[in-house]
Structures are given as structure tokens and as C-alpha cells.
């Protein structure tokens, strides 16, 4: 149980357009998303906290308007990165909360994104 | 203080060995702690929780938690080549975020 998946795995995309990424809890309900980066060689980073039908909240330097969260369902957050920059170019890892089970959060396997 | 923090590493134990891993925390971490496992390219995998203080243990993993001296680790016994990874322990901070380590790198020598 607790599977998380993420879509897609990686993506290549020019300087100036936009990616979107989906991270759905495969057997649970999961109230709370999480949407994180990594560069290499350094650790997560939360970017924003989803909560099913309410906006985001985003940690302290990250855009809202850049990275678009929308949480529509019990199982589905997506990230939209608007207008993407070789320097947007990371590992984005969401996780989801099981809030009916033991407060852990399990991580979607993540997306590997390269701007050119 | 950071909320949570690790020895970055590596630590580097022969195969077989145990492998202890620590972690110290704030006041401004919640005492539920969770271990996970991260492999190079990959994202987190979840190994162990804990809420309580004293040991816990799931075959080759035991998690201590001592609340006293805000400290938990994590012990990897008989360890294997496989185990070399990055693991970071995680805190919640009260909310419903987690906060973690920069994390620890591990390598198990053959």
C-alpha cells in the first residue's frame, strides 16, 4: 500500500514553455500533498504544501506564479512550471500524506526535468 | 539551531558492520521522526517511524529516539553493499510539514 506515482518520469522542454507534472496517491486518500526539489547533491527542498480544495501554500523564496499547484482531488495534485528557465531545471519529488494511517508521507518517485 | 540536523558524510563502513546513523533536532521539531532511504537519482523511501522514546526495531533497522537529549538514530546491522544510499531523517514541525536533514551518506565497502 501507499503508492505514489508521479508523471511523467523526465522532461526535456525549450526556455519559455510550460510543464506540467501529476503526483496521484494510487491507494489512499491523500488530503495533503507536498511538492518538493532537489539539485544534485543537496537535499529536498519543500516548494509548496497542497491541500485538496484549497490554494497551496508556499514556503518562503518559491513563486506562486511560476509554480502553479492545483490539488482537484483526494488523489491528484498537479505542478504547472509556467515559462520555464535552464535554471528551473531539477528533480521535483511530490509526497502525500496518509492522514488515516500513521502520519507518514511517501514520496512519488519524481521528475526529472531539463531545460534547454 | 537548524531544526534537524545530520553528519553529512560519508560514512563508510566495511560489509557486515554496523552502521550507525545520527540526527539531533529543535524545540521547533514535534517528536514523531522518520528515517528514509534515498538512493542516488531516486526519491525518498520510507524505512522507519518513530513516536516514542527507546528502541524500535525492523529486521536489520533499529530506530532510538531519546526526547531528553532531542537525538535519534538509526542502525543499520550486517550491513550490505545495497544500503550505500543517503538517508535523511525527517521531523514534523508541529503542522503538517515535514522537516529534514541535509542528510547522510553512507557507503558500505565490500
Known amino acids: 500500500g501507499a503508492v505514489v506515482s508521479q508523471h511523467p518520469s523526465w522532461v526535456i522542454c525549450k526556455s519559455g514553455t510550460s510543464v506540467k507534472i501529476e503526483c496521484r496517491s494510487l491507494?489512499?486518500?491523500?488530503?495533503?500533498m507536498f511538492w518538493y526539489r532537489q539539485f544534485p547533491k543537496q537535499s529536498l527542498m519543500l516548494m509548496a504544501t497542497?491541500?485538496?480544495?484549497?490554494?497551496?501554500?508556499?514556503e518562503q523564496g518559491v513563486e506562486k506564479d511560476k509554480f502553479l499547484i492545483n490539488h482537484a482531488s483526494l488523489t491528484l495534485s498537479t505542478l504547472t512550471v509556467t515559462s520555464a528557465h535552464p535554471e528551473d531545471s531539477s528533480f521535483y519529488i511530490c509526497?502525500?500524506?496518509?492522514?488515516?494511517?500513521?502520519?507518514?508521507?511517501?514520496f512519488g518517485p519524481g521528475t526529472r526535468l531539463t531545460v534547454l | 539551531q537548524k531544526e534537524v540536523e545530520q553528519n553529512s558524510g560519508p560514512l563508510s563502513v566495511p560489509e557486515g558492520a554496523i552502521a550507525s546513523l545520527n540526527c539531533t533536532y529543535s524545540?521547533?521539531?514535534?517528536?514523531?521522526f522518520f528515517w528514509y532511504r534515498q538512493y542516488s537519482g531516486k526519491s525518498p523511501e520510507l524505512i522507519m517511524s518513530?513516536?516514542?522514546?527507546g528502541d524500535k526495531e525492523d529486521g536489520r533497522f533499529t530506530a532510538q529516539l531519546n526526547k531528553a537529549s532531542q537525538y535519534v538514530s538509526l542502525l543499520i546491522r550486517d550491513s550490505q553493499p545495497s544500503d550505500s544510499a543517503t538517508y535523511l531523517c525527517?521531523?514534523?514541525?508541529?503542522?503538517?510539514?515535514?522537516?529534514f536533514g541535509p542528510g547522510t551518506r553512507l557507503s558500505v565497502l565490500p
Open positions: 509526497s502525500a500524506r496518509d492522514t488515516v494511517g500513521a502520519n507518514e508521507q511517501f
Open positions: 491507494d489512499f486518500q491523500a488530503t495533503t
Open positions: 497542497s491541500n485538496e480544495g484549497s490554494k497551496a501554500t508556499y
Open positions: 524545540d521547533r521539531v514535534s517528536q514523531s
Open positions: 518513530i513516536y516514542s522514546n
Open positions: 525527517a521531523g514534523n514541525n508541529y503542522g503538517q510539514n515535514f522537516v
